[in-house]
């Protein structure tokens, strides 16, 4: 079930991305490889079940660690053994997610899909098992011979965390960049440190971007990182960079506040 329901593409001899391209939220997980250990960014939406997945792809340990705890991001977080987030997003892992089960299955099902026998959206439910650890900013997770940093960069959410691979030039952006619509509109959003975690990143030596959703051709040549650096600094010079503010549209992506 699960291997038809996850597309898998190696992007370099030891980083996999796991896509949900059925679903509209073209969610994507990664897969780092390194010579002891493993890291999972992100779970997927857990319509299907992901450690199956995984597990055809590596018999290394696997530490599963967060962008941050959307619902479509934490799905099959519960299925491994050792899950982690931002100590701020902790709590909504165990009782306190900030969105209602009813709007949840409302995402869920916004446009039709063709869900994996076997699961039933009556019952979906979003992970609430909580973690076995926190991330904090600059903690370096030692792969064997491959080391990824987490960058605390919020704004999408309190919590946000990015992961950056310094030998590589390889930010994994999570959603505080990708193309398509980003999101600054729930109250759990932050757009004054959403443009300084831009900042942040667009600071970086960026050789390759790796979204959360949607469209995973993200070249250095796009340059998206400045570019929504310099879309978020122009509304703010507009005084546009706050909540209800709209949705306004650039090359390749948009902002919604
Ligand atoms: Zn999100
Ligand atoms: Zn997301």
Redesign the pocket.
């Known amino acids: 079930m699960s291997g038809s329901w996850f597309q898998i593409q190696l992007l370099e001899p030891d980083t996999y991305v796991i896509s949900e391209w059925s679903h509209w939220e073209q969610t994507h997980c990664y897969l780092l490889l390194g010579r002891e250990r493993a890291l999972l960014i992100d779970t997927g939406l857990g319509v299907a079940s992901l450690r199956p997945a995984v597990e055809d792809l590596t018999g290394l340990p696997v530490t599963a660690v967060l962008s ?1 705890a ?1 619902w ?2 934490i799905g099959s977080l519960g299925e491994f053994d050792r899950r982690l987030a931002h100590a701020l997003e902790a709590p909504w892992l165990s009782g306190s997610f900030p969105l209602s089960p009813r709007a949840v299955k409302s995402n869920l099902l916004r446009e039709s899909c063709p869900f994996p026998p076997g699961f039933d959206p009556e019952h979906y439910t979003v992970y609430q098992g909580g973690v076995t650890g926190t991330i904090a900013d600059g903690q370096v997770f030692d792969l064997g011979g491959r080391t990824v940093t987490a960058l605390y960069t919020p704004g ?2 309190p919590g946000h965390l990015c992961y950056w691979e310094d030998t590589r030039g390889a930010l994994y952006s999570g ?1 505080l960049l990708y193309r398509g619509k980003l ?1 600054l509109f729930y109250p759990t959003t932050d757009p004054a440190a959403f443009l300084t975690s831009v900042e942040r990143v667009a600071a970086l030596p960026l050789r390759a971007i790796r979204p959360g959703h949607f469209n995973l051709d993200v070249p250095p040549e796009l340059e998206l990182a400045r570019d929504v650096l310099l879309a978020a600094q122009s509304l703010k010079a507009q005084g546009r960079l706050h909540h209800g503010a709209g949705i306004f549209d650039f090359q390749g992506f948009s902002i919604h506040l």
Request: glycine residues 0%; hydrophobic residues 0%.
């Open positions: 941050h959307h479509d991001h999408h959410s959603d999101d």
